[in-house]
T-cell receptor, first 116, second 113 residues
Framework: KAGVTQTPRYLIKTRGQQVTLSCSPI?????VSWYQQTPGQGLQFLFE???????NKGNFPGRFSGRQFSNSRSEMNVSTLELGDSALYLC???????????????FGPGTRLTVL | DQQVKQNSPSLSVQEGRISILNCDYT??????FLWYKKYPAEGPTFLIS?????DKNEDGRFTVFLNKSAKHLSLHIVPSQPGDSAVYFC????????????FGKGTHLIIQP
């Protein structure tokens, strides 16, 4: 099976711009979660989508949003970029249903966003 | 408020010996715990997990121990190999499938030849 893919891998933006990141989950996986990784805060949960619906949301401002399409692919959008948004954004996919292996998520390589 | 804590930012272990990585949590609602391994420029890779109804889970060289009363879990790697050098993240979740993972800040394991 192909793994989780994320595009683009690297992105440079300036303050005030907006950005859209894309994630394609493993075939058959219906849940996509997004995480932000920074040196100071570590890995932090942004939100999770399952069957095109946001099921859970972390503690991030409304500038961070996402959506999921019928083929389970997901996009994440950040509007009005700030310097502090510079981070590695990771997408993870999972079956999303109770399997006895809840929480086992498969991560993509991430998108490195730099805000200047 | 950090709900999952890995108090050792780095750990150096000789090849062939046991590596023990520790993790503490504060949220008693967590009921599933995982360990992930991360190499530079790659996403985290799932290693091993344990449900709160168990106190031990083993997979090859990797064993995870859970002490619910102490809110503590540990990952044992025996024997340690050079390829084990990476950053190890402890993660936890609660409830069914809807909650995201709460991660610790990671421990950088260095295996010395």
């Amino acid at each position: 099976k192909a793994g989780v893919t994320q595009t683009p891998r690297y992105l440079i933006k300036t303050r005030g711009q907006q950005v859209t990141l894309s994630c394609s989950p493993i075939s058959g996986h219906r849940s996509v979660s997004w995480y932000q990784q920074t040196p100071g805060q570590g890995l932090q949960f942004l939100f999770e989508y399952f069957s095109e619906t946001q099921r859970n949301k972390g503690n991030f401002p409304g500038r961070f949003s996402g959506r999921q399409f019928s083929n389970s692919r997901s996009e994440m959008n950040v509007s009005t970029l700030e310097l502090g948004d510079s981070a590695l954004y990771l997408c993870a996919s999972s079956l999303g249903v109770l399997t006895g292996r809840e929480g086992e998520q498969f991560f993509g390589p991430g998108t490195r966003l730099t805000v200047l | 408020d950090q709900q999952v804590k890995q108090n050792s930012p780095s750990l150096s272990v000789q090849e062939g010996r046991i590596s023990i990585l520790n993790c503490d949590y504060t949220n008693s609602m967590f009921d599933y715990f995982l360990w992930y391994k991360k190499y530079p420029a790659e996403g985290p890779t799932f290693l091993i997990s344990i449900s709160s109804i168990k106190d031990k889970n083993e997979d090859g060289r990797f064993t995870v121990f859970l002490n619910k009363s102490a809110k503590h879990l540990s990952l044992h790697i025996v024997p340690s190999q050079p390829g084990d050098s990476a950053v190890y993240f402890c993660a936890a979740k609660q409830g069914g499938g809807a909650d995201g993972l709460t991660f610790g800040k990671g421990t950088h394991l260095i295996i010395q030849p």
